[in-house]
């Protein structure tokens, strides 16, 4: 299995900038897909942004183009996502996702908050 850690969330200006990190372990890291996910309160789960296990082929939601950069760094065991031009309604939990031997996102970080006020 593969577990992952989301960190760098917190409270930001609208039109700031963060960066997410989302640690793993798990040798199996390098192999598979990752993603970023996010939730808003009386929302569902959305899809923020994919990145392939060779880190070359990078897919975001239309919303999330221009703004959102995702990168995997598979010999930290790390993924990124660097987000700017931060709007209100990005406001959510951030979620790492991996995906497993099907193709399908088994594997969940805890989430880490992303809040932007103006």
């Known amino acids: 299995q593969v577990q992952l850690v989301e960190s760098g969330g917190g409270l930001v200006q609208a039109g700031g900038s963060l960066r997410l990190s989302c640690a793993a372990s798990?040798?199996?890291?390098?192999?598979?897909?990752m993603g970023w996910f996010r939730q808003a309160p009386g929302k569902e789960r959305e899809f923020v942004a994919h990145?392939?296990?060779?880190?070359?082929?990078?897919y975001y939601a239309d919303s999330m183009k221009g703004r959102f950069t995702i990168s995997r760094d598979n010999a930290k065991n790390t993924v990124y996502l660097q987000m700017n031009s931060l709007k209100p309604e990005d406001t959510a939990v951030y979620y790492c996702?991996?995906?497993?031997?099907?193709?399908?996102?088994?594997?969940w970080g805890q989430g880490t908050q992303v809040t932007v006020v103006s």
């Open positions: 990145i392939n296990w060779s880190g070359r082929i990078p």
């Open positions: 798990g040798r199996t890291f390098s192999n598979y897909a």
């Open positions: 996702g991996a995906t497993g031997p099907t193709g399908k996102y088994d594997y």
